[in-house]
DNA sequence: ACTACCTTGTGAACAAATTCACAAGCTACT
DNA sequence: AGTAGCTTGTGAATTTGTTCACAAGGTAGT
């Protein structure tokens, strides 16, 4: 397959997104124009996007809502239930372990973990924090497709490495650092101060200019 | 100025924290090798960064850390502290409130806010909750310069209207979903479910192409 | 079955971002 | 003072991503 742009998939969430959102209302079809308007791009950006991965409409109809989500996650890979572990049983892990959102998007938190003897056996957003130490086993016998990382960023790169050595291919990472992973694993990384930058940027340097 | 890509500022941000790093443990010197290999980028990329906004180093040697240091602090507007208000006193909210890496950058939380008449009045992260019907009036009156969002995808909108309308001029929102604001202010989403979801179509469409 | 009217899918044109490649400039050493 | 060895700064080339524009294909009404 062709090489997908990081921006295009980005766009296929919100879609799928406003397509849950109108077929929930009930609406039967819609346009690229439609989605473009929801999404804020525009139409040809849509058909360009969908056509990377088949043609899924009617000319002069537009797309049958219901099939465009369920291709949509398919694409996306939302068919099933994903197993994602927490790294970290801090504030932000624990906020995360008990966040509705990522279950509504099949995404369930199944297990934290962390090193301080203190969090251990205490439960976290509902799930008892386990010792760190049983992690690479519980990857290893297929607990986890996913890992979410809410560790300070000291420590993260110690742990990206524990969890690819373990055979994990997913990581999202909250810690504010540069972490590197092989080639074959998917890491993303989440700097919440990054995003603050971007904004006082923006308003020290005179920028109009929205950028979403 | 011309326009500056946000791949560009995202970068800044990064060089930032190495340079940061290696200050602090005494490095004098750094040269745009070192810098690309530690923010994962090449070389040019760093100098054609640097090059929007002045030149800072010297040929032969390479950059001054302390020097580049303050002049990437200048540029990113982090010379002075920010007022950042939380809205919505939830668990990330209260996560993000007490996050300490905030403000070692110079974002300081100065306000929390909330509807729920069960949270105003507690303390969240040190701060205590206000009632919501006094955000407009405490933004008129200068006391924020940012605004983090952790409401309900539903609720979102609203409050960016409502603090655009006070004069507000950069968002940071966490709600899972798309927001508009006027072109003057500069809104930033920070989606889980979506960084997730390109999380599972690396896992389901591809096996390769690590993505930071 | 014909016409009028939509909207998709897509090559081609365009714009933006990245990488290349090298002259310019600085240091250190002799 | 001259030379060797670095590293910057930057136009040019290249690659990547977005927008344009329109033929193709479909519907609905008559």
Redesign the pocket.
């Known amino acids: 397959m062709k090489?997908i742009?990081?921006?295009?998939v980005r766009r296929l969430s919100i879609y799928l997104s406003f397509l849950e959102e109108i077929g929930a209302r009930g609406v039967l079809t819609t346009?690229?124009?439609d989605l473009a308007r929801l999404g804020g791009?525009?139409?040809?950006?849509v058909?360009?996007d969908?056509?990377f991965f088949g043609?899924?409409?009617?000319?002069?109809?537009?797309?049958s809502v219901p099939e465009l989500s369920t291709r949509l996650r398919e694409i996306l890979g939302l068919g099933n239930k994903w197993n994602v572990c927490i790294v970290g049983a801090g504030k932000i892990g624990a906020a995360l372990a008990r966040y509705a959102g990522f279950a509504e998007r099949g995404f369930v938190v199944t297990g934290v973990y962390d090193s301080d003897p203190h969090k251990i056996g205490k439960t976290s957003g509902g799930v008892t924090v386990r010792d760190i130490a049983h992690l690479e086993g519980d990857i290893k016998s297929g607990a986890y497709q996913i890992a979410i990382l809410t560790v300070p960023a000291e420590n993260a790169q110690h742990i990206v490495d524990l969890v690819t050595k373990a055979g994990l291919k997913a990581i999202l990472s909250f810690a504010p650092t540069r972490l590197t992973a092989p080639a074959d694993v998917t890491l993303r990384t989440v700097n919440m101060a990054m995003e603050l930058e971007g904004l006082t940027f923006a308003l020290t340097n005179r920028g109009s200019d929205n950028q979403q």
Chains 1, 2 share one sequence.
């Not at 742009?5 to 295009?8: F, I, K, P, R």
């Not at 791009?41 to 950006?45: C, D, G, P």
Request: aromatic share 8%; hydrophobic share 20%; net charge positive.
């Open positions: 090489r742009a990081e921006s295009t346009s690229s124009d791009t525009t139409s040809a950006q058909r360009k969908l056509s043609s899924f409409g009617k000319r002069g109809l537009g797309y």
